[in-house]
């Protein structure tokens, strides 16, 4: 491939924000934690670990590894539950519409999600088949800010970064594409995406072409 296109999943291709946004929230309420929807933002494109960081907040010190890894895995549980109610009507306005025409164009499509439940959520969607390459949690070291997921992904297909465009939801998630020196397009708000170099409120309309520099 000449370019590369890499997606994000969870908020650009399916709304799954909302189902561990939800799953977080029933760990929350049975901590005792206060929780508001507010979390949601600044859990988007973060780890499970860092996730449960970031909910447990003051009283993270309360809690021995190995304690937080039930909890985690508690939180997984609730969010696979609510996986099973997902179907391909759940894909976003314009998310299989834009795939199709990256790969109509000739060019590469990757995936690189956060989600250890990547591959399930594509599934659910039907959808696998239209990726050249996924990358998922399980296959990095280190997660969005980092570039590590989207430089992994650019290699998979053999295109220099330079020459991928990644689209992404969450803010790290915006940051790794630009560490890794891809060209980001942010699927959202201006104010929360200011720093992708471009931003659409959402799929429809999207012409790869666009972005090719
Ligand atoms: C996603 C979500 C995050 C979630 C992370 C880990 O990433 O945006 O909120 O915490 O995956 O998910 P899991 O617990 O399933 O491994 P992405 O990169 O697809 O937006
Ligand atoms: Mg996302």
Redesign the pocket.
Known sequence: FRHAFIF?????ITD??AL?LAAWHELALALGLPFNNAMGER??????ME?LELILGARAGQYSNEQKMRLADR??AA?VRLLARITSADLLPGAVEALKAVRASGLGLAL???????LAVLDRLQITGLFDHVVD?NQVRHG?PDPEIFLRAAQALGVAPGRCVGVE??VA?VQAIRSAGMFAVGVGSRSVLFEADRVIPDLTHFHPTDYLR
Do not use: E, P
């Open positions: 994000d999943l969870d908020g650009v799954t924000a561990h859990l988007k494109g973060v780890s499970r996730s939180k997984n969010y690189a999600s956060a989600s250890k439940n990547a949690a969005k939801d969450a998630g």
